[in-house]
């Protein structure tokens, strides 16, 4: 504004003053102005000042207000269930498939362990029937008024051991619940996994984004793109495929913001 | 029907293949293997001369939908009766699998009795 001023003197002086005479034309004009301004134009221009003042502040407020407010949105809540909840859920479901089939499998040891002992029996019984039984001194002939005296308690336990038998496969067919249930779980634990590694992603995406603007307002979204897909990649680092960001990560990211 | 016939059965989940093959034994087979996945079954198909396949269909890797096309596909293996035992009992799956060519299709959970009785249906007696 300064080398405005003495420009436009030099052109209404029609370069007829010199550089010294100009700078002193400049002072005198310029003190004139000051000089001239009332009290009541300086408190207006004072005011005036203030309220700008005071508009940037609130403005930048309002700027730091919404930060906060979206660290708190997304971290006790969203970060709580990406990093502890959601994980909890899958190690949780995981060990239910794990505790049932150690149960399943112990019902069917018992289960077997009952078929075999049961089919010794049957043995046994058709033994009798035929007229022999098994002594601890070998086999030994029965007569058969005998066998026809104990005939129908033969039909009796051949009846019973038919029905256990039958009872104990249907049992051991039901021990597919396991593999039912399995099956069902496992679909929720990838779908947890997949919610999981979604909520991640989006926590890294702001906390990068609004790191590298506040580094850079000019940042274009196509670098802003870039940088969050940097950091994911950065996070993941040497994991099994599907494994995401770790605590420490999303961590120093909510501490940008 | 043969009781003596080599028999695979294939399941991710070990406790569906103790059961199915606790049923087989009920039902009088003797000779029975085992596979955790339709890449290691296909394996196994490849290596040992097996006369039944009981297949479950949700499979990690590959499914058995998927086991069943690729032995349908193989001369040395698309004669081999292969049966469906799966939790998908949706109509259209079914088709998918008597397109692909399945021999017989078990819905879970089963009893003891069907699977007697689609065996018997499928190599009579």
């Not at chain 2, 399941?11 to 049923?23: E, G, L, Q």
């Not at chain 2, 109509?91 to 009893?111: C, L, M, Q, R």
Request: aromatic share 6%; glycine share 4%; with cysteine.
């Amino acid at each position: 504004m300064k080398d405005h001023l003495k420009e436009k003197i030099s052109t209404i002086a029609d370069d007829k003053l010199t550089s010294k005479e100009t700078e002193e034309l400049f002072h005198f004009i310029r003190q004139t102005m000051s000089n001239n301004m009332s009290h009541h134009d300086e408190l207006f221009f004072k005011n005036l000042a203030r309220e700008m003042t005071g508009q940037v502040k609130d403005l930048a407020l309002l700027i730091i207000d919404c930060k906060t407010d979206l660290k708190s949105k997304i971290h006790p809540d969203l970060t709580d269930i990406a990093t502890r909840y959601l994980p909890q859920t899958t190690d949780q479901l995981e060990t239910i498939i794990e505790a049932t089939e150690i149960a399943a499998n112990k019902i069917m040891d018992n289960l077997e362990r009952m078929q075999e002992d049961i089919e010794k029996m049957k043995k046994v019984f058709v033994s009798l029937k035929e007229g022999k039984i098994i002594t601890a001194g070998g086999e030994k002939e029965i007569d058969s008024q005998t066998i026809k005296t104990i005939s129908p308690f033969i039909e009796y336990v051949e009846s019973s051991i038919k029905d256990y038998l039958s009872l104990i496969s249907d049992s051991f067919i039901q021990m597919s619940f396991q593999d039912l249930t399995g099956q069902r779980i496992k679909r929720i634990i990838k779908l947890v996994s997949q919610m999981e590694e979604k909520i991640k992603r989006m926590i890294i995406s702001f906390g990068i984004k609004l790191s590298e603007r506040e580094r850079n307002p000019n940042i274009s979204k196509e670098e802003l793109q870039r940088a969050v897909e940097e950091k994911v990649t950065e996070l993941a680092g040497p994991q099994k495929e599907g494994q995401g960001v770790d605590q420490a990560g999303i961590d120093e990211l909510l501490a940008n913001l | 029907m043969d009781l003596g016939m080599k028999v695979l059965v294939v399941d991710d989940f070990a406790t569906m293949r103790r059961i199915v093959k606790n049923v087989l034994k009920q039902i009088g087979f003797t000779n029975i293997s085992e596979a955790d996945d339709g890449k290691t079954a296909l394996k196994a198909l490849k290596v040992e001369k097996f006369d039944l396949i009981l297949c479950d269909w949700n499979m990690p890797e590959m499914s058995g939908l998927e086991v069943l096309k690729q032995m349908k596909s193989d001369d040395a293996l698309k004669d081999i009766p292969f049966v469906m035992v799966t939790a998908e009992a949706q109509k259209d799956n079914i088709i998918e699998a008597v397109k692909a060519g399945v021999n017989s299709y078990i819905v879970k959970p089963f009893t003891a009795e069907t699977i007697g009785e689609k065996l018997k249906k499928m190599f009579g007696g």
